[in-house]
């Protein structure tokens, strides 16, 4: 089991570059699937990148691609959603997630059904 807390958000102009955090407790987090995911005021919770335990696979939703990186390190327990060419629609609350079956499977998943472990979310406002 492991417990998720991100940081790193906050309000920015459009055109500007974010990175969010993820650290996680315990000692297995390299073993877990992690992915991003993030929910716009009046919309429901959508789909932004995952990666693979051992980093090497990842998946994009299209309208980010090209824009934001997800990595991890996996010595720190932490995971990174590196932002850029912030537009005002990414304006969310961001979401980090994990899963140790899909870590197991060296599966990536991009439905929330398939994530077990959630942190408790943060804001990110881009103005235009």
């Known amino acids: 089991q492991v417990q998720l ?3 790193g958000g906050g309000l920015v102009q459009a055109g500007a ?4 955090s993820c650290t996680a407790s315990g000692r297995t ?3 877990y ?4 995911f993030r929910q716009a005021p009046g919309k429901e ?5 995952a990666l693979s335990p051992s980093g090497i696979t990842t998946k994009y939703a299209d309208s980010v691609k090209g ?11 932490t995971g990174y959603l590196q932002m850029n060419s912030l537009k005002p629609e990414d304006t969310a609350v961001y979401y980090c997630a994990a899963d140790r079956t899909l870590g197991a499977m060296l599966q990536i998943g991009a439905s929330e059904p398939e994530y077990d472990y959630w942190g408790q ?3 990110v406002t881009v103005s235009s």
Request: hydrophobic letters at 40%; zero cysteines; aromatic letters at 12%.
């Open 29 to 31: 987090f390299s073993r």
């Open 17 to 20: 570059s974010l990175t969010l």
């Open 121 to 123: 979310g943060i804001q």
């Open 45 to 49: 919770r959508e789909f932004v990148a």
């Open 33 to 36: 699937t992690m992915a991003w």
């Open 67 to 77: 824009r934001f990186t997800i990595s991890r390190d996996n010595a720190r327990n």
């Open 5 to 7: 807390v991100e940081s």
